[in-house]
Structures are given as C-alpha cells and as structure tokens.
DNA sequence: CGTAGTTGCTTCGAATCCGAAGCACATTGT
DNA sequence: ACAATGTGCTTCGGATTCGAAGCAACTACG
C-alpha cells in the first residue's frame, strides 16, 4: 500500500534474470525434445502429464487450467487438438451440465510413456547435471513458497471476470 | 552417453515445477503490467533494457538475441514492431555490411523509465516478498549456475544450421 | 580472382497464444 | 417460478512465436 518505489540491488536482479532466463532456456530444450519424441507441445504435455498423475485419469477443465499457468481459451485449444489426435476424451460431467470432464486414453498413457525417459534426461542434463543435492532442495523449498505466493495474490489479473463496478477504481486505467 | 534412465525423486521433481511454475506466474504478471503501463511486450522491454543497459545504447541483432532466448526472427519482429513505434532505431552496421545495429531512441528510453517503477513493484510483490535475503542469495547463485550451464550445452537444439548431412537420421521422423 | 562454405538477418507459413465477448447452465434471492 | 448474478467453457480476432528456407555479404583458400 505504502512501499516506497525501490530499485532492486544486484543480487535481485542477478536472482530475477537467472529466473527467467534459466526457465526458458529449459523450456524451450524440453520443448524441443517433446516435439521430437511425441510431437507434443509443452502445455500438451502438461495436460497429459497432469490427467496421468489423477487416479481416475480425468480432470474438470477448470482444474487443469489451475495446474497449468494457462488461458483458459489456450487450454480448450489445447484439449480439442489433443482429442483430435485421441490423446484424450472429453466428456460432459454428469454434476455440472456445462463442466467438461477431461479423461486421457490409453494412447495418451502410451504417447506420454514414450515421452517421458527423453524428458527426465533432458531435465538431468540440462536443470539438475551442475546442481548438488542441496541446491536442488534449496531451489524446490524456495520457489515452492514463492509459486504459492503467486498463487495467493493474483497481481492485478485474475479480475472477477469484470471489475466489479468501479470497486476497483484503483486509479491505475489509462485515459 | 551411458547414464542409464532414472526416475526424478519428489524434490527434483518439486524444484522443476516450481521452476516452471513460478516462472510462468511471474512472467504472466509482469506482461500484464507492461501491457497496462507501457503496452509493451514481455520481449521488447527485455530488448528495450537491454540496449538501454548498454553505455551506446544500441546492440548488433545477434548479440541482442543471445542476451534474450529467442528465435532470430521473433527478434527481427519484435525490432521491427518497436522501429514503427519509433522505440528503437535500426542502421547498417559500418563494419558489417549486413549486420544490424540497434539503438534506442529517447522516446525509447522515456517509455523505459515509464514502465520501470511499476515493473520493479511487481517484482518486489510477488517474488521478492515471500524470500529472506538468503533466499534470494540461493535462488541467484543456483539459477546462475544452472544457466550458464544450459547455454553452453544446447541439448540438440542450436544446430549448425543445417543438421550436417544425413548424420541425424534417428529413425524419429514421421511420413 | 573465383568458388565454396559461413554468417547475419529477413521472409514465409503455420502453430500457438491471449483477452474479450458470448453462450448456456447454476445458483441465489424474492 | 422468475430475474439477477455467477460460473464453465468456447468462439473470435489479432498478436506473437517458431523453424525452415532464402538472400546478401563475408571469409577461406586454391
């Protein structure tokens, strides 16, 4: 509410760019092995990766969209394409007449199996090959608590679908 | 070349989805605080500070793209997208005939300093909040670390251009 | 000098992504 | 039951992305 504007010092900066920077440049190898091994995209991937990990091998949409960083238009795109190829089944929830159950298929299971043994290798050369075991615990314990911070406090995105009136007259629109 | 396959443990799997994860927040954060503020995207304020980083204020193509992950010509869109905004100019480099020098301009430079403060809010909200100092001492020295070492080991991307010959015949394409 | 291979950047086509708007079902209050 | 509001997902239009192919200028080497 009231923090001063402050400039970040050289560690911020160094944490913040190494962030971004090692992020992306493991996303996009490991996107590059998984069009390679599977042809999948990475956030296909995720959402197979995810329906896998389930019990009962489905998800509502909703759910996906809150594992996955993703627009929720990104990720029907994303579902169709993947039903498309019968990676997985959509199919309508008997609770919610407009939720759509989201099941992957036995050849998902397959696709993502074959994906998988390339994917953790590419992860322990390229994320894991200069770290000790304690950096590695480090890194998990620290951005663990810093994605669930994020979580908690959208920035000022996540918006109740339409500012709810003008309660959110924060003075920050533009013209 | 011989490490046989193995699984990833619970924490290593933790620090990679936390890596991704908080990656992807923040980055969505920041992308909508540039948009409002600036109306600039994730890739030209990286281009933007990164000329402005530089005592001439301007760069060659190829070294803003090795600063910045990106393809070549996301980079060429971008520098062109910010060239019609009169952000950045582009001239012939005189050593080079076909290299490119990019330079910001002083409009480039007030958009820069307009955007900064709030972008330096966002960081401090979400990813500097939740972390003690020696949090983010770990989080930069280990992301560094992991950095460097996925730039100098493209995984099987980055290839000379031209996958030399027939030397890359995995048997992986498809019809 | 001339030819071959490299390197810097752009163009091209297609895929992917997002936010806003829209539609349909659900829930709540009266 | 009805209206008002909220929620789940899709459609739409446009912006951004990438890899592959292409063009032009450099470099090496005979």
Redesign the pocket.
Known sequence: MSSPPRSLDETELGAYFALIEASSLLK?AVE?QLREAGDL????FQLLATLGDSPTGSR???DL?DGV?????????????LEKRGLVE?TQ?SD??????VTVTAEGRAVLADVFPGHVAILDELLFAPLSRSDVEALADILSRARDHMRQNPPR?A???RR?KAAAGTGRERT
């Open positions: 996009h590059e995209s990475y956030v296909q509502r949409m909703t969209a960083v993703y627009s929720r238009s990104g990720l029907t795109y994303q579902a169709q394409t959509r929830s919610d007449e407009r939720g759509i159950t995105s918006k109740p679908r709810r």
